[in-house]
């Protein structure tokens, strides 16, 4: 299994309050991406990185801001959570190697609940 | 954007049948993958799909590219309770850097 860890697992908040998820990985892949997965939508991408500092956003970004300092770390953070953010997020990882299809590796998972 | 539409949405079969799971785009796709996600955890890559017509094969799964590289299909012969999750298609862009992912397929397998 590649090492990808999220923390929290679980996370139950109020509407308004800040949230930070993490994403620590030990396998030193330069890519690393933020999905949320609801029932009906499969995974959908919120932010990626390609590198240390280096982000973009994806599908769902609105809400959302990422960070990346180091590269085994990836930070999910929602400014001012609502309902809507309700969700499963999962991280993913992947190497990214020149001439070859990607492959993402992902983590175990958060469950947040906004009340 | 591109969609992926996976269909059947959910499928509930007893031991021992065969089934056939379809993931459909109007966009071309540079490779298809599969993954089954299990309860708690996250997705595990199955296989990926690269040439257009291209098959493979991993046991008692069959996964099949389409010719214009924009459907693919999961066939499971004689399927057994240990199979029973859910399977979701990913479409990779031709910049290969995002993956779009199909609602999925919830199977369960009855014993």
């Known amino acids: 299994d590649a090492g990808i860890t999220q923390s929290p697992r679980h996370k139950v908040t109020e509407t308004g309050t800040p949230v930070t998820l993490r994403c620590h990985q030990t396998?030193?892949?330069?890519?690393m991406y933020w999905y949320r997965q609801d029932p009906g939508h499969g995974l959908r991408l919120i932010h990626y990185?390609?590198?240390?500092?280096?982000?973009d956003k994806g599908e769902v970004s609105d809400g959302y801001s990422v960070s990346r300092s180091k590269t085994e770390d990836f930070l999910l953070t929602l400014e001012s959570a609502t309902s809507s953010q309700t969700s499963v997020y999962f991280c993913?990882?992947?190497?990214?190697?020149?001439?070859?299809?990607?492959?993402?590796?992902f983590g175990p998972g958060t469950r947040l609940t906004v009340l | 954007t591109q969609l992926l539409e996976q269909s059947p949405q959910f499928l509930s079969i007893q031991e021992g049948e065969n089934l056939t799971v379809y993931c459909n785009s109007s966009?071309?796709?540079?490779?298809l993958q599969w993954y089954r996600q299990e309860p708690g955890e996250g997705p595990v890559l199955l296989v990926t799909?690269?040439?257009?017509?291209e098959v493979k094969k991993l046991k008692r799964l069959t996964f099949q590219f389409g010719d214009a590289r924009k459907d693919s299909s999961l066939h499971i012969t004689a399927a057994q309770p240990g199979d029973t999750g859910l399977y979701l298609c990913?479409?990779?862009?031709?910049?290969?850097?995002?993956?779009?992912f199909g609602g999925g397929t919830r199977l369960m397998v009855k014993p």
């Open positions: 966009s071309v796709f540079s490779s």
């Open positions: 396998e030193n892949h330069r890519y």
């Open positions: 990185s390609y590198g240390v500092k280096d982000t």
């Open positions: 799909v690269v040439t257009g017509g």
């Open positions: 990913a479409g990779n862009n031709n910049a290969g850097n995002m993956l779009t």
């Open positions: 993913a990882i992947s190497p990214r190697l020149a001439g070859r299809t990607d492959t993402q590796y």
